[in-house]
């Protein structure tokens, strides 16, 4: 079954094509399902973890050297190797995680947040439920303490294979901005193609066309949905300002 592709050109389009997704794949017995939403500025972009975009990195050697060194930097440290994986992806580490959020709107503010006219963006619309009856046989999410997720992340420098297939994982809602981003996680397998590439039953591809996403910007700070609502901090305010004032969105 090919991905769903469909292409919006004002938020209200956007969030009727979501509306329309979730009616489509929801059902009497499942109930209404809360599909995940990742925003990419270029339409081009496959559903492909950091890790995988090099071939000539050491991910052993990156985590080690990230634990040994981050801890002076923190005022509490993580206490699981999912938590110091969720750092890492956070502060822009190449990992196996893909982000995602629940919140629909957030999805599309992170595909035309950094728009520059050049390139058609689009939003990414999963299924999680679906993914994971597809990768694991289990139609639910899995938590970083679970047996399934342990799978996914060995120790450093233990050679334990790991499942093939992308699994939907639900972090621990431990920090401000992965809580007001309502943010979730993909992790890869071994297979280091795409998650578009391996798995389309419940995936849809919403394309933005360039010379609509400043508009969809400015409608989406009308709706409440900028850079310091989703980074509250002074990095998030900074570009929130410079935002109205100066890029005009």
């Not at 492909?48 to 002076?72: H, M, Q």
């Amino acid at each position: 079954m090919p991905i769903v592709e469909k292409e919006a050109t004002s938020v209200s389009q956007y969030l009727s094509i979501v509306s329309g997704l979730i009616a489509e794949w929801s059902s009497p017995e499942s109930g209404e399902i809360r599909p995940w939403f990742r925003g990419h500025k270029r339409a081009d972009w496959n559903l492909v973890p950091g890790e995988f975009r090099f071939t000539d990195i050491n991910p052993d050697e990156i985590r080690s050297e990230f634990v040994l060194k981050a801890r002076a930097l923190l005022d509490d440290s993580p206490t699981t190797d999912w938590e110091w994986y969720f750092l890492m992806q956070h502060h822009g580490l190449p990992t196996r995680l893909l982000d995602w959020t629940a919140g629909s709107l957030i999805g599309l503010h992170f595909a035309v947040c950094h728009d520059t006219g050049e390139s058609d963006a689009a939003v990414w619309v999963l299924d999680p439920w679906r993914l994971n009856k597809w990768s694991i046989s289990k139609s639910e999410l899995v938590l970083s303490a679970d047996s399934a997720a342990k799978k996914y992340l060995h120790p450093v420098y233990h050679q334990k294979k790991i499942p093939r297939r992308p699994i939907a994982i639900v972090p621990p809602y431990n920090s401000p901005r992965i809580t007001v981003q309502r943010g979730a996680f993909s992790v890869h397998g071994s297979n280091r193609d795409g998650i578009d590439e391996q798995f389309a039953t419940r995936l849809a591809k919403i394309h933005l066309a360039k010379d609509c996403c400043i508009e969809m910007r400015r409608e989406l700070r009308c709706a409440g949905i900028s850079e310091f609502t989703l980074f509250p901090d002074l990095d998030g305010l900074s570009r929130d300002i410079r935002g109205a004032e100066i890029e005009g969105c």
